[in-house]
Each structure stands twice: as structure tokens, then as C-alpha cells.
């Protein structure tokens, strides 16, 4: 296991145990095995999508207001244009701040929704990708949390529409 993958590890884990638990509701409600691990995978998705939504209204919001004041911030560098002594330029900055300040805008809103959901959708790919070496008995320990060799031996053998949904 590399760096990211020790970092990560808990977020495996807990994708690990979500996957199959949803997996367990998909069966009870009668699905079959290989759509239960597929329908899991979709309510991970959902579920990490719904987490994120918050982070991702602000974002939206703050972009609208980022367009909005666009005429304000071109006005204001014009008014500093070909100014290049330091004091000028810590006043354009002041200004432009205030009038993000003003208008609740934030040039690095639209980063935060992706910087919350990258680990988990790392992770996602890392269980996903872990599976056929926790079923092989060839990972570098016998199980990913809930994932033991036997529930990643399913997995590996489960299908969609008769194709293999084999891990990378």
C-alpha cells in the first residue's frame, strides 16, 4: 500500500461497508447478486452527490455573483492599469476583496465541491479496483473491512447483461 492508499484507508473502509450493505438491501428487496453490487455502487454515487450538494448551491451561487461583478473588477483594473508600484497594487486588491466581500462572491468557491468528494470517488476506485486481489488473496491483507475474500470472490464473478464486471 502506497502513501494515498494509507490516507485513504478509511474512506475505503467505509465505502467497503456502505457497498455492502447497500448490496444486502438490494438482495432483500429482490434483486439479483450482480445488480445488488451495482445498484451499491449508484447509491455511493448518490449518496456522495447529496453530501456535496450544499458545497455545490454555494458554489453555483458564488459563480452568479462572480459574473455579476465582472463589470466592477474590469472598471477597477482599468483604474489601476499601468500602475506597477506595489502601493497601487495592494489598493486594487483592497478593492477588489471589498467588493467580493460585498456582493458574496468567493473566486475559489467552485474548488470546494471537489475537494470533498475526490477522496471518496478515490477511494470508490481504489475498493473497486482492490477487489480482484482481496478475492485472489493477493492484497496485503486479508480484507477491506466487511470486503473478505469471499464477498470479493461475488464481485469478481458477478455479471451485467451477461458480461463480466470484472475490477481493473
Not at 429482490?30 to 451499491?40: C, K, P
Request: glycine fraction near 8%; charge should be positive; proline fraction near 7%.
Amino acid at each position: 500500500m502506497g502513501f494515498l492508499d494509507t490516507i485513504l484507508y478509511p474512506f475505503k473502509v467505509a465505502i467497503a461497508w456502505l457497498w455492502i450493505v447497500c448490496h444486502d438491501l438490494f438482495l432483500t428487496l429482490g434483486s439479483g447478486e450482480s445488480g445488488a453490487w451495482i445498484g451499491g455502487i449508484l447509491v455511493i454515487t448518490v449518496v456522495v452527490r447529496l453530501i456535496v450538494l450544499p458545497l455545490a448551491l454555494r458554489s453555483a451561487r458564488s459563480s452568479r455573483a462572480m459574473s455579476a461583478i465582472q463589470p466592477e473588477i474590469k472598471r477597477i483594473q482599468e483604474k489601476y492599469k499601468g500602475r506597477t508600484d506595489p502601493e497601487s497594487k495592494k489598493q486594487m486588491n483592497l478593492e477588489i476583496s471589498e467588493l467580493y466581500g460585498k456582493y458574496g462572491a468567493n473566486p475559489l468557491a467552485s474548488c470546494w465541491p471537489m475537494f470533498v468528494q475526490l477522496p471518496v470517488l478515490w477511494a470508490l476506485y481504489r475498493v473497486l479496483a482492490e477487489a480482484k486481489p482481496i478475492a485472489e488473496g493477493t492484497w496485503a491483507k486479508p480484507s477491506l473491512g466487511p470486503l473478505t475474500q469471499a464477498v470479493a470472490a461475488k464481485i469478481e464473478a458477478s455479471t451485467f447483461f451477461g458480461a463480466p464486471c470484472r475490477t481493473p
